[in-house]
């Protein structure tokens, strides 16, 4: 019986001493299986990469379509929006990873804020006790822990699914805070939370708020413009550590070349500050491009290891076939654009009119250039250096065509401006990248101190661009006041968002805590067999949630003043999508912080980009479901991606 | 086997209610030694190592533990005490990166006060020196472990076990679920565990397997002891058959009844 | 002659009726407003009442009210009303609240006629569960009075008559006070989507306004801060709207702040009462709740009931009674805010 329990080993299974022995050789010969994954195709295969593919797209869509969406008193709204789902979305991020659910975080957000309420109001509830917030908060916060304690506790007592369980701590929750706000004050709507003694202190910590309007800063552009500049600086340098051989000895010569484009680049900068009119201004620009692209070359010529072997250009027939095809695409586009008027509604033929046509045959022009020639760049990485040079600044010709194409085109300036200015980037870094791609040594191995390096680079370079961002969103300049921008204001309720989205990061990445919510997730048993604390893990992750949603109470209680009683019922489904369309695995094991808080962005937008273009608000729900369902789509597809990656 | 054994078992029975799951199993492990705990399905393999490794407590018998008893209360007493259990099921988490799943549970931290942090770089640099130790060479240790094939899973086990200083590895049926050469690798890993001077109770249910590696057998069959061997009792054919005898028996029966031919 | 002493007793709620029976226009609101303090006198003068009237006549009486719903400020100052007709008159008023469950309104109208009721008022959330039983109702010998909901059902019942508000006719009243106002395009708010009541609003609104109206949902009530950022963001893409309206009290305020953000002054309007809304109209950010005085819908039905019962009277030709819309501004907020105290408003 014993041998028909393993019939693949029994013909040859009598394993001898010396077969162990042999068996040595073994092992090393199962790693040549790993390849050498860049940090590029590491960075690829993050959960939360989908949803930031998903943000960036679906802020391009409402910025295309909306006047007012892009503008700064917006982006404060939907980020707004966006802090309290986002809090609560990275604490039920986590406890998904955890694998389990909290049906009851929606419910509790609302609860807790009128918890505070009932405890600092001086009449009718409670007995009147009137504590100040000093007492009050701590209070509140010790029941929040109690019941997300008691959550936990049951689920792991009872080994029922949580669902089932944070669902019937979802209902008494919604019967206790009607039922007690009718017994107390006799409506479903508390408030005063500005009762307390010391209320203006406390606000100050949860809902400060940051009008733009009344802090002027005259040298803001020139900040955001440095750190911006800076900023893609860094950033270039990071991804070239990251993605050429190191020299085995520097070259100190590049080192000049690279202060010279530095020196080029703060000159640009500086006479930009200093200059005014639109000539100057692009010239300047152009300038500090130039010194970007010398300093770049400098420092890749100070440490990176020169390409040797370009080998001949060759394009074989089909690519070369495509190259010109698509070349002449693009300048047919560039004649349509040119020839045909934009602003004319003359009917050419029924239905068409010059400008729908003129519409139509760029798109089908463009389209078709942009398609062969991305294809033949394709086929053209794999054949060597010289020719994919070629064939990816065609790309970047490709692309300029298109820039040039936008700017001929006057009939919307939005567009005209920063389409302009988007895609002539593109291009300009496409050709420098194919230059730098072509004289460098592309890296093929594995180096700990150039990922380390680079990726503390790419670290910086996105602070200082975030950086740029808050100066340009968080001050005016006079002239904007003059011509009358609408206000625009924030609260520190944003500034909790990130700072706790940071912290959970960390904790996730660097914590046991971290370690052991994948683990419990991934593998409870397992978890458990080795030591991990599998029950008390479950347990605090249920109380991060009900402890994040005390503070989402507490930020809603501050900003309103007063809470409705079914203020954030029914919320827990979108905290739970949010951590979905962030990445998140609905099974377990599988997830991030950072894309919580990113999932949460992605579903505050809609109802702002919505509003902003003026279309139907009825069809908001629509497009939540249409994310979602794209969302689980995408990230499936991704996740078998990186699992092909990762083998 | 002159020296005390690290691990002596006397009589160890367990109940579970009505249900005899074990009954009367005496055997011993010493440092440096493998010992083979053989039986077929059923026979009370999984019941005895949940016994060693704190799951479940015996019913009846002493174990003692370098020649004091012991009783362990949950798995965390006995991996104090310094007995590793390395599960057929293997204690991993796929999705978790080979040095987190290397460290899990006893994860290296320092910090101030207590705000307390992982050691990442020590811990990324412990779990590639150990699998190098057990010659695999880990480039990456952020690889998932899911990615590994299963020998390499039970090698980080196996090295796992050893770096958190367990004095006795236990081994649920490492080498069932794997090929002829995946198997050969784990046995290699035994052998080298055994001259690091580890104690090792290697269970499986395929006597080739137990042989070459083993020091000492016990044999169950039904819950019972069918005797604890030294390898100089014992041939690998003696084993094979001492294991399935019960089951032979039964089929010889069925030949006689059935078509009539021999085997 | 105990008739006639109690129908003293009940002269200054007829005169509420009149009051309220007018319509729309402004001057009966006006009327409305005014009633309102003879409503508060009314009031503390209930607990008293009890004891002025001879009980014998009317503890005689039964009469059931049968609602949908309990929920929230509205349903309890309108218990409060028909509690105070009861104590005025005399009556033992059953109140029997549902959960917005058809099936046990029916059941409680089913035992209300086997009890042997002398009158019953319901609310009519559901037509087809309800006209049947209220008809049979009928059939009894029982005589019905529909109330909130119900409008356009009470006749085939068979019912004296509806006591309740018209949501189109509360729209229209708030588009005239906008024309008033002197807005030129309105943003109607609905804080939920694909509810009759509110979409009704927003539409009696359109009727009368003379401007353009845009109605549109705008975040639900459980996240009030989406509800002024979405809020925000329409009134920053079209700088043409210069009045808001919302068809509740939390969207009105989300409406306020969202105005405020943005520097905006524009003309806003609300529905319905909250402590915190009537501060704000105290503080003249706003300027004007439409109020469907839901203290009437539970005092009227049981005084009419009264009166049918003991000296076979009918109100109303035939014609629903309309207890809105009232209307809350500047210049009455200060009383109302005290009444809403009281918990009749």
Redesign the interface.
């Given at each position: 019986m014993s041998e028909q329990d393993t019939p693949t080993d029994a013909p040859s299974d009598v394993v001898t001493t010396s077969a162990i022995d042999a068996s040595d050789s073994l092992a090393p010969a199962a790693d040549e299986r790993l390849l050498y994954r860049s940090i590029f195709q590491r960075l690829f295969i993050r959960p939360e990469v989908g949803a930031i593919i998903g943000i960036v797209g679906i802020w391009t869509f409402f910025w295309a379509v909306s006047e007012t969406f892009g503008t700064v008193g917006q982006t404060f709204g939907w980020l707004d929006t966006a802090s309290t789902v986002g809090i609560m979305a990275v604490a039920v991020s986590m406890l998904m990873i955890g694998g389990e659910f909290d049906l009851s975080s929606g419910a509790m957000t609302g609860a807790m804020g009128m918890l505070i309420i009932y405890l600092v109001k001086e009449t009718g509830e409670l007995g009147g006790r009137g504590f100040p917030l000093v007492i009050a908060i701590p209070i509140s916060l010790v029941i929040a822990l109690g019941i997300g304690y008691i959550n936990g506790f049951v689920v792991e007592r009872t080994g029922q699914p949580s669902f089932i369980i944070t669902l019937g701590t979802f209902f008494a929750l919604i019967g206790l805070k009607l039922g007690l706000a009718k017994r107390f004050v006799g409506q479903i709507q508390i408030g005063r939370t500005d009762e307390a003694a010391d209320f203006d202190f406390f606000r100050l910590i949860f809902a400060a708020e940051w009008e733009r309007n009344t802090h002027e800063l005259e040298v803001r552009d020139a900040l955001y413009i440095g750190f911006i500049a800076l900023g893609f600086a860094i950033l270039a340098l990071a991804i070239s550590e990251l993605w050429f051989q190191r020299r085995e000895k520097m070259q100190p010569a590049g080192l000049v070349v690279f202060f010279v484009g530095v020196g080029l680049g703060v000159g640009g900068l500086l006479g930009l500050h200093a200059t005014d009119g639109v000539g100057a201004n692009a010239a300047l620009v152009a300038v500090m491009a130039i010194g970007g692209f010398v300093g770049l070359f400098g420092w890749a010529t100070w440490r990176y290891e020169p390409s040797v072997d370009h080998g001949a250009m060759s394009l074989d027939s089909q690519m070369r076939r495509r190259v010109g095809l698509g070349l002449a695409a693009m300048v047919l586009s560039f004649i349509v654009a040119i020839v045909f008027d934009s602003s004319s509604t003359h009917q050419i033929f029924f239905p068409f009119t010059t400008q729908g046509v003129r519409v139509i045959l760029y798109l089908v022009f463009a389209g078709i250039g942009i398609g062969l020639i991305a294809m033949a760049s394709q086929a053209a990485l794999s054949v060597n250096a010289a020719t994919k040079f070629v064939v990816t600044s065609v790309f970047a010709l490709a692309l300029g065509i298109v820039a040039l194409t936008v700017f001929v085109d006057s009939s919307d300036t939005k567009f005209r401006g920063s389409l302009f200015g988007v895609v002539l980037a593109a291009a300009v870094m496409v050709f420098v990248w194919a230059v730098l791609t072509f004289r460098f040594a592309e890296r093929r191995t594995g180096s700990a101190s150039a990922d380390r390096f680079g990726a503390r680079l790419l670290a910086l370079g996105s602070v200082l661009l975030f950086v740029g961002i808050a100066f340009r969103m968080l001050f005016i300049t006079a002239e904007e006041l003059v011509a009358g921008v609408p206000p625009a204001k924030t609260s520190v309720r944003l500034l909790w968002f990130i700072l706790f989205t940071i912290a959970m990061m960390w904790v996730l990445a660097r914590t046991r805590l971290g370690s052991w919510t994948f683990a419990v997730g991934g593998n409870k048993e397992a978890a458990r067999q080795v030591g991990v604390p599998a029950a008390r893990t479950k347990t605090q992750l249920f109380m991060l949630v009900s402890v994040a949603a005390w503070f989402v109470g507490l930020l809603v209680a501050f900003r309103i003043n007063s809470i409705q009683a079914n203020s954030g019922d029914g919320q827990e489904f979108i905290f739970i999508i949010a951590a979905v369309v962030g990445g998140t695995l609905l099974t377990g094991g599988y997830g991030t912080a950072f894309g919580g808080a990113i999932g949460a962005c992605i579903l505050s937008i809609p109802a702002i980009g919505i509003s902003s273009a003026r279309w139907n608000t009825d069809w908001r729900f629509l497009i939540v479901g249409v994310i979602l369902l794209l969302a689980v789509v995408s990230n499936k597809f991704l996740r078998n991606k990186a699992e092909g990656i990762r083998r | 086997m002159s020296e005390t054994p690290l691990l002596q078992l006397d009589n160890i029975s367990k109940f579970y209610g009505s249900i005899t799951a074990l009954t009367g199993v005496s055997t011993q492990v010493a440092a440096g030694e493998v010992t083979c705990v053989l039986g077929?399905?059923g026979a009370g393999k999984s019941t005895f190592i949940k016994i060693l490794a704190g799951v479940h407590q015996q019913s009846e018998g002493t174990i003692r533990f370098n020649g004091e008893q012991v009783m362990f209360d949950s798995?965390?007493d006995a991996?104090d005490t310094g007995i590793a259990?390395v599960?057929q099921?293997?204690?991993?988490?796929?999705?978790?990166s080979v040095w987190?799943n290397f460290?899990?549970?006893?994860?290296p931290?320092s910090g101030i006060g207590p705000l307390?942090?992982?050691d990442?770089k020590k811990a990324k640099r412990i779990a590639k020196e150990e699998m190098a130790k057990?010659?695999?060479?880990?480039?990456?240790t952020?690889?998932?472990v899911g990615?590994l094939?299963g020998?390499?899973r039970q090698?980080v086990a196996i090295a796992?076990a050893g770096y958190f200083g367990a004095k006795l590895l236990i081994l649920d049926e490492p080498t069932?679920a794997l090929?002829?050469?995946q198997?050969?690798?784990v046995?290699?890993r035994i052998?080298e565990a055994r001259e690091q001077g580890l104690a090792v109770i290697f269970i499986t249910?395929?006597?080739?397997?137990a042989y070459?590696?083993g020091n000492r057998f016990l044999i169950l069959n039904r819950g019972r002891s069918l005797g604890s061997f030294h390898k100089s009792e014992i041939t690998v054919d003696e084993l094979?058959q001492k294991?399935?005898g019960g089951?032979?028996l039964e089929?010889l029966e069925h030949e006689l009844h059935g078509s009539g031919a021999t085997s | 002659m105990k008739t006639s002493k109690k129908l003293l007793a009940i002269l200054p709620a007829l005169a509420l009726v009149a009051a309220s029976c007018g319509g729309s226009d402004d001057n009966s609101s006006e009327g409305s407003t005014d009633t309102a303090a003879s409503v508060d006198s009314a009031a503390p003068a209930a607990t008293d009442a009890p004891e002025e009237v001879d009980q014998t006549q009317g503890g005689d009486l039964t009469f059931h009210m049968i609602t949908h719903s309990d929920d929230g400020p509205f349903w309890s100052v309108l218990k409060r009303g028909a509690d105070a007709a009861a104590a005025d008159l005399g009556v033992t008023l059953v109140w029997k609240p549902g959960v917005n469950d058809a099936q046990v309104m029916v059941q409680d109208i089913e035992a209300a006629i086997a009890e042997g009721s002398d009158g019953i008022a319901a609310s009519l959330p559901d037509p087809d569960a309800l006209v049947g039983p209220l008809q049979s109702a009928v059939g009894a010998g029982v005589p019905v009075i529909t109330l909130n909901s119900g409008s356009n059902d009470y006749q085939e019942i068979g019912a004296l008559t509806h006591v309740g508000q018209s949501e189109v006719i509360a729209g229209n009243g708030a588009g005239q006070r906008f024309n008033d106002a002197g807005a030129t395009k309105i943003l109607c708010g609905q804080q939920e989507q694909g509810n009759v009541a509110l979409t009704e609003r927003c539409e009696g609104l359109a009727e009368t306004f003379s401007g353009e109206v845009v109605i549109e949902f705008m975040g639900l009530d459980a996240d009030t801060s989406e509800q002024q950022n979405t809020i925000n963001a329409a009134l920053a893409a079209d700088t043409d709207i210069d009045g808001f309206m919302g068809v509740g009290p939390v969207i009105t305020l989300s409406g306020l702040r969202a105005a405020q953000d943005l520097s905006r002054d524009l003309t806003i309007g609300g529905f319905d009462l909250t402590p915190e809304l009537i501060g704000e109209i105290e503080a003249g950010n706003i300027a004007f709740t439409v109020d469907q005085q839901q203290y009437l819908q539970g005092y009227m039905p049981v005084l009419l009931l009264f009166l049918n019962v003991t000296n076979q009277n009918t109100l109303g030709g035939g014609l629903p009674i309309l207890t809105g819309p009232g209307f809350v501004t500047p210049d009455n907020a200060a009383e109302i805010l005290a009444l809403s105290e009281v918990g009749t408003r």
């Amino acid at each position: 019986m014993s041998e028909q329990d393993t019939p693949t080993d029994a013909p040859s299974d009598v394993v001898t001493t010396s077969a162990i022995d042999a068996s040595d050789s073994l092992a090393p010969a199962a790693d040549e299986r790993l390849l050498y994954r860049s940090i590029f195709q590491r960075l690829f295969i993050r959960p939360e990469v989908g949803a930031i593919i998903g943000i960036v797209g679906i802020w391009t869509f409402f910025w295309a379509v909306s006047e007012t969406f892009g503008t700064v008193g917006q982006t404060f709204g939907w980020l707004d929006t966006a802090s309290t789902v986002g809090i609560m979305a990275v604490a039920v991020s986590m406890l998904m990873i955890g694998g389990e659910f909290d049906l009851s975080s929606g419910a509790m957000t609302g609860a807790m804020g009128m918890l505070i309420i009932y405890l600092v109001k001086e009449t009718g509830e409670l007995g009147g006790r009137g504590f100040p917030l000093v007492i009050a908060i701590p209070i509140s916060l010790v029941i929040a822990l109690g019941i997300g304690y008691i959550n936990g506790f049951v689920v792991e007592r009872t080994g029922q699914p949580s669902f089932i369980i944070t669902l019937g701590t979802f209902f008494a929750l919604i019967g206790l805070k009607l039922g007690l706000a009718k017994r107390f004050v006799g409506q479903i709507q508390i408030g005063r939370t500005d009762e307390a003694a010391d209320f203006d202190f406390f606000r100050l910590i949860f809902a400060a708020e940051w009008e733009r309007n009344t802090h002027e800063l005259e040298v803001r552009d020139a900040l955001y413009i440095g750190f911006i500049a800076l900023g893609f600086a860094i950033l270039a340098l990071a991804i070239s550590e990251l993605w050429f051989q190191r020299r085995e000895k520097m070259q100190p010569a590049g080192l000049v070349v690279f202060f010279v484009g530095v020196g080029l680049g703060v000159g640009g900068l500086l006479g930009l500050h200093a200059t005014d009119g639109v000539g100057a201004n692009a010239a300047l620009v152009a300038v500090m491009a130039i010194g970007g692209f010398v300093g770049l070359f400098g420092w890749a010529t100070w440490r990176y290891e020169p390409s040797v072997d370009h080998g001949a250009m060759s394009l074989d027939s089909q690519m070369r076939r495509r190259v010109g095809l698509g070349l002449a695409a693009m300048v047919l586009s560039f004649i349509v654009a040119i020839v045909f008027d934009s602003s004319s509604t003359h009917q050419i033929f029924f239905p068409f009119t010059t400008q729908g046509v003129r519409v139509i045959l760029y798109l089908v022009f463009a389209g078709i250039g942009i398609g062969l020639i991305a294809m033949a760049s394709q086929a053209a990485l794999s054949v060597n250096a010289a020719t994919k040079f070629v064939v990816t600044s065609v790309f970047a010709l490709a692309l300029g065509i298109v820039a040039l194409t936008v700017f001929v085109d006057s009939s919307d300036t939005k567009f005209r401006g920063s389409l302009f200015g988007v895609v002539l980037a593109a291009a300009v870094m496409v050709f420098v990248w194919a230059v730098l791609t072509f004289r460098f040594a592309e890296r093929r191995t594995g180096s700990a101190s150039a990922d380390r390096f680079g990726a503390r680079l790419l670290a910086l370079g996105s602070v200082l661009l975030f950086v740029g961002i808050a100066f340009r969103m968080l001050f005016i300049t006079a002239e904007e006041l003059v011509a009358g921008v609408p206000p625009a204001k924030t609260s520190v309720r944003l500034l909790w968002f990130i700072l706790f989205t940071i912290a959970m990061m960390w904790v996730l990445a660097r914590t046991r805590l971290g370690s052991w919510t994948f683990a419990v997730g991934g593998n409870k048993e397992a978890a458990r067999q080795v030591g991990v604390p599998a029950a008390r893990t479950k347990t605090q992750l249920f109380m991060l949630v009900s402890v994040a949603a005390w503070f989402v109470g507490l930020l809603v209680a501050f900003r309103i003043n007063s809470i409705q009683a079914n203020s954030g019922d029914g919320q827990e489904f979108i905290f739970i999508i949010a951590a979905v369309v962030g990445g998140t695995l609905l099974t377990g094991g599988y997830g991030t912080a950072f894309g919580g808080a990113i999932g949460a962005c992605i579903l505050s937008i809609p109802a702002i980009g919505i509003s902003s273009a003026r279309w139907n608000t009825d069809w908001r729900f629509l497009i939540v479901g249409v994310i979602l369902l794209l969302a689980v789509v995408s990230n499936k597809f991704l996740r078998n991606k990186a699992e092909g990656i990762r083998r | 086997m002159s020296e005390t054994p690290l691990l002596q078992l006397d009589n160890i029975s367990k109940f579970y209610g009505s249900i005899t799951a074990l009954t009367g199993v005496s055997t011993q492990v010493a440092a440096g030694e493998v010992t083979c705990v053989l039986g077929d399905n059923g026979a009370g393999k999984s019941t005895f190592i949940k016994i060693l490794a704190g799951v479940h407590q015996q019913s009846e018998g002493t174990i003692r533990f370098n020649g004091e008893q012991v009783m362990f209360d949950s798995p965390r007493d006995a991996l104090d005490t310094g007995i590793a259990t390395v599960y057929q099921d293997l204690a991993m988490v796929p999705m978790m990166s080979v040095w987190r799943n290397f460290f899990l549970g006893s994860e290296p931290t320092s910090g101030i006060g207590p705000l307390k942090w992982i050691d990442t770089k020590k811990a990324k640099r412990i779990a590639k020196e150990e699998m190098a130790k057990m010659g695999i060479d880990i480039r990456d240790t952020e690889q998932p472990v899911g990615t590994l094939s299963g020998g390499e899973r039970q090698s980080v086990a196996i090295a796992r076990a050893g770096y958190f200083g367990a004095k006795l590895l236990i081994l649920d049926e490492p080498t069932s679920a794997l090929g002829v050469r995946q198997s050969g690798v784990v046995l290699k890993r035994i052998v080298e565990a055994r001259e690091q001077g580890l104690a090792v109770i290697f269970i499986t249910h395929n006597p080739r397997h137990a042989y070459p590696v083993g020091n000492r057998f016990l044999i169950l069959n039904r819950g019972r002891s069918l005797g604890s061997f030294h390898k100089s009792e014992i041939t690998v054919d003696e084993l094979t058959q001492k294991m399935s005898g019960g089951a032979e028996l039964e089929a010889l029966e069925h030949e006689l009844h059935g078509s009539g031919a021999t085997s | 002659m105990k008739t006639s002493k109690k129908l003293l007793a009940i002269l200054p709620a007829l005169a509420l009726v009149a009051a309220s029976c007018g319509g729309s226009d402004d001057n009966s609101s006006e009327g409305s407003t005014d009633t309102a303090a003879s409503v508060d006198s009314a009031a503390p003068a209930a607990t008293d009442a009890p004891e002025e009237v001879d009980q014998t006549q009317g503890g005689d009486l039964t009469f059931h009210m049968i609602t949908h719903s309990d929920d929230g400020p509205f349903w309890s100052v309108l218990k409060r009303g028909a509690d105070a007709a009861a104590a005025d008159l005399g009556v033992t008023l059953v109140w029997k609240p549902g959960v917005n469950d058809a099936q046990v309104m029916v059941q409680d109208i089913e035992a209300a006629i086997a009890e042997g009721s002398d009158g019953i008022a319901a609310s009519l959330p559901d037509p087809d569960a309800l006209v049947g039983p209220l008809q049979s109702a009928v059939g009894a010998g029982v005589p019905v009075i529909t109330l909130n909901s119900g409008s356009n059902d009470y006749q085939e019942i068979g019912a004296l008559t509806h006591v309740g508000q018209s949501e189109v006719i509360a729209g229209n009243g708030a588009g005239q006070r906008f024309n008033d106002a002197g807005a030129t395009k309105i943003l109607c708010g609905q804080q939920e989507q694909g509810n009759v009541a509110l979409t009704e609003r927003c539409e009696g609104l359109a009727e009368t306004f003379s401007g353009e109206v845009v109605i549109e949902f705008m975040g639900l009530d459980a996240d009030t801060s989406e509800q002024q950022n979405t809020i925000n963001a329409a009134l920053a893409a079209d700088t043409d709207i210069d009045g808001f309206m919302g068809v509740g009290p939390v969207i009105t305020l989300s409406g306020l702040r969202a105005a405020q953000d943005l520097s905006r002054d524009l003309t806003i309007g609300g529905f319905d009462l909250t402590p915190e809304l009537i501060g704000e109209i105290e503080a003249g950010n706003i300027a004007f709740t439409v109020d469907q005085q839901q203290y009437l819908q539970g005092y009227m039905p049981v005084l009419l009931l009264f009166l049918n019962v003991t000296n076979q009277n009918t109100l109303g030709g035939g014609l629903p009674i309309l207890t809105g819309p009232g209307f809350v501004t500047p210049d009455n907020a200060a009383e109302i805010l005290a009444l809403s105290e009281v918990g009749t408003r």
